[in-house]
């Protein structure tokens, strides 16, 4: 059948670049003060609890210490999965507290609307709280004063962007230092969330008034050709269409198109808000009631009720010029709708493998 479900298997959870970065950073510190590197590294983490990270390298010069981690993000398909994420830490101005640059792979903040001021390193401010704390309680343990520079990088960072919503975002020139709990959980796609997050505060910051929110590579390339929308208005939300409708109900835009798939969109329109197949699936009975209710006679109502796939109800109901993309459409708009602020107008279009426009639930004005 259709999206089946599998078995639920437990996951092991990684670690965060913003927890990789406070443990390098902590490493290089203490090297700097007394001359020799820890071997691992106990990283207190924002929401209580702590991990232990193995530094992977480490070297002293006349200035400044370097130590890294290569990133462990557990059974997540993380892109930096495997990457070294590097501190190195020098002296810094009297008074100047941690002062954080970009390194090598490490991208720099372009566009407004981001949690770090245009010009300064991608280095987000969960981990730079984190950093900054280890770096005092370093500090207070040697007698230090906590000045320093912090300079974070991740060789061959800026190849791994590219696989990333960073430069739409206007995170240029590498990845982005992130991290919220410190924590990576499997399949939660937390690096993804937060792009789609960001991507709705640059969108906004920029006076953006229509935002399109597709489902994929397809659907995306379809609107966007539509409604000749710039990049910034353009929102790669994938299956996490919950995450970005209760995103965009606490930060509303004037309007909203939802674009994606047939199958994708069957899904929200049967109340679903997280359309991957290892948590949704089709309703094929609920499917083939709507046919009913749209007027398919009983060959295709039955046909509809033991299909294999979404695709399939869809071009058996096109074939008898069923208008069910338009009632799906309706269907996921009224859902849609009903999880945003009422000041959002909000359309949803649908669209085949191949890009067409194939079924469509238009704004109120």
């Known amino acids: 059948m259709d999206d089946a479900l599998p078995a639920k298997v437990e996951l092991r959870r990684g670690w965060t670049t913003g927890t990789c970065a406070t443990a390098a950073a902590t490493a290089a510190y203490e090297a700097l003060l007394t001359g020799a590197f820890p071997e691992a590294v106990s990283v207190t983490l924002p929401r209580g609890g702590t991990a232990t ?16 981690v290569i990133k462990d993000a557990g059974d997540d398909p993380d892109v930096t999965h495997g990457a070294e994420v590097r501190a190195s830490v020098t002296p810094g101005a009297p008074g100047s507290g941690v002062v954080f640059c970009a390194g090598e792979g490490v991208g720099t903040v372009t566009l407004p609307g981001l949690p770090v001021p245009v010009g300064e390193p991608a280095i987000n401010p969960g981990p730079r709280a984190m950093i900054r704390a280890a770096i005092a309680a370093v500090a207070h343990r040697c007698g230090a004063s906590g000045d320093v520079v912090v300079t974070i990088s991740v060789p061959g960072g800026e190849a791994l962007a590219a696989k990333t919503l960073n430069g739409r975002l206007g995170i240029l020139g590498g990845l982005s230092i992130l991290g919220t709990t410190g924590v990576v959980v499997p399949f939660s796609c937390a690096a993804w969330i937060h792009s789609v997050h960001r991507g709705i505060d640059v969108a906004r910051a920029a006076g953006l008034p229509h935002l399109a929110a597709a489902t994929g590579s397809t659907s995306e390339a379809a609107v966007k050709a539509l409604y000749c929308l710039p990049e910034a208005a353009l929102i790669d939300m994938g299956d996490f269409v919950g995450g970005t409708l209760k995103y965009l109900r606490r930060h509303p835009v004037p309007r909203l198109t939802i674009a994606g798939g ?42 509809a009720a033991g299909a294999n796939t979404a695709a399939q109800v869809l071009a058996a109901a096109t074939e008898r010029g069923l208008p069910l993309a338009d009632a799906v459409a309706t269907r996921a708009q009224a859902v849609a709708a009903a999880a945003l602020d009422p000041a959002t107008d909000v359309e949803v279009v649908v669209f085949d493998r191949q890009g067409a426009l194939v079924g469509r639930a238009g704004f109120r004005g």
């Open 262 to 303: 047939f199958a994708k969109l069957v899904k929200l329109a049967q109340g679903a808000m997280f359309l991957h197949s290892s948590k949704s699936r089709v309703d094929m009975p609920a499917l083939s009631r709507l046919v009913a209710a749209l007027g398919g006679g009983e060959d295709l109502v039955t046909e």
């Open 53 to 68: 990270l193995k530094i992977a390298s480490a070297w002293l010069e006349r200035d400044g210490a370097t130590a890294g």
